[in-house]
């Protein structure tokens, strides 16, 4: 059974690799805070940068830079109970969780304009994950008290358009009893189609199933994990494989393949399983894959950060070695904008914090 879907020939290794990293752009520019809080940098496709540059008492922001590093006044705010921002094809969708209030999904353009806002309901919230669609948009799967006696949980489903409108009311997938709020994940892959993903605490399994665009069921629920796999204590995700399908990562672990719309699921690909605590990116126009690995230290140079490049078969096309960017590994992570923009976040050399710092590569992975 395959989960590759190609509209298209795939690219070789010659199409996926650039010949060389060619010129950068730097950026640098006061911190929001008054000790310097600098983190990775993100991008839509459209060719803006969102920079990590978190303000006072721990608030998240992000500075909207243009791809030619002119800033365009726009700072976007986060919450403190989390925020997660997810980039568009124009522009970017903002997840505020404001625990013990409404999450919210704000919508902006490519140049930072407040667009609207929709709040993620009932409260109160239990788990949440968001992914955003890779044809633009987002999509929400949420757990909410169903009732006041604390044991029943109702699972929830919504889908939003790349302006921020919702494509059709919150859809119920189940109702559970259970003592805690269950854990849920979902996705979305290239051809429009939702995963979610929930299970009980102290479950063995997660469960999945398949819905379509407004939250109605498109499978019935199916084993989506086995015991045997990690129990994802830390971190738990599904990215999109070219062409259709989605690929879960538990713990650092690769471990489970979705085919596109099939109640069933796969072993994740051998290549991916081999490249432990990476991320997925789709790039080249989604036809091909980068994967992050997590940064190395490398003593008397600093922290050596690269991109593993693969064709949409698997096949490795090398590794893309970038400069050091900083004496330390801490706290940095590598990003690949939307419209494949590699983007790298830089140590400064001067006295106190209170600068940020980055390079990019304009478009290396279009």
């Known amino acids: 059974m395959s989960a590759q879907w190609n509209t298209g020939h795939a690219l070789s290794c010659a199409d996926v690799r650039p010949e060389e990293l060619g010129p950068s752009t730097s950026f640098i520019t006061p911190a929001n805070g008054p000790e310097a809080a600098c983190g990775p940098g993100t991008g839509d496709g459209s060719g803006t940068l969102a920079l990590r540059n978190d303000g006072p008492l721990g608030v998240v922001v992000w500075t909207l830079v243009s791809i030619k590093g002119v800033p365009l006044g726009v700072r976007l705010l986060g919450g403190?109970?989390?925020s997660l921002l997810l980039p568009q094809r124009q522009g970017f969708h903002l997840l505020i969780d404001s625990f013990p209030?409404?999450?919210r999904l704000q919508a902006y353009s490519s140049k930072g304009e407040?667009?609207?806002q929709t709040s993620i309901l009932p409260v109160p919230l239990g788990a949440l994950d968001v992914a955003a669609d890779p044809s633009g948009g987002t999509v929400a799967a949420w757990w909410s008290a169903a009732g006041g006696d604390g044991q029943t949980w109702t699972l929830r489903v919504q889908s939003f358009d790349e302006k921020g409108r919702p494509r059709a009311s919150p859809r119920t997938v189940l109702t559970l009893l259970a003592s805690e709020s269950p854990g849920v994940l979902v996705g979305v892959d290239q051809r429009g189609r939702t995963l979610v993903l929930w299970r009980a605490?102290?479950?063995a399994v997660w469960t999945g199933q398949w819905l379509r665009?407004?939250?109605?069921?498109?499978?019935p629920?199916?084993?989506?994990?086995?015991?045997s796999d990690p129990p994802?204590?830390?971190t738990a995700f599904l990215r999109p494989l070219v062409g259709e399908g989605l690929v879960l990562r538990l713990d650092d672990a690769w471990v489970r393949q979705y085919p596109s719309g099939e109640p069933t699921t796969l072993p994740a690909p051998s290549w991916l399983v081999a490249n432990p605590g990476t991320d997925l990116t789709l790039i080249r126009h989604d036809r091909a894959y980068a994967l992050v690995p997590p940064p190395t230290f490398i003593a008397g140079s600093g922290c050596q950060e690269s991109v593993r490049l693969f064709t949409s078969t698997g096949e490795s096309c090398g590794d893309l070695v970038l400069p050091f960017g900083g004496s330390a590994c801490s706290g940095r992570s590598l990003g690949i904008a939307r419209d494949g923009t590699v983007i790298q976040q830089l140590e400064l050399n001067i006295p106190a914090?209170?600068?940020c710092a980055w390079r990019w590569w304009s478009r290396l992975l279009r």
Do not use: I, K, M, Y
């Open 201 to 203: 605490s102290g479950a």
């Open 213 to 219: 665009q407004d939250g109605s069921a498109r499978t």
């Open 232 to 234: 994802a204590v830390s």
């Open 353 to 355: 914090n209170d600068q």
């Open 114 to 116: 407040f667009l609207r």
């Open 80 to 82: 403190d109970f989390g």
């Open 101 to 103: 209030a409404a999450a």
């Open 221 to 227: 629920p199916f084993p989506a994990t086995e015991a």
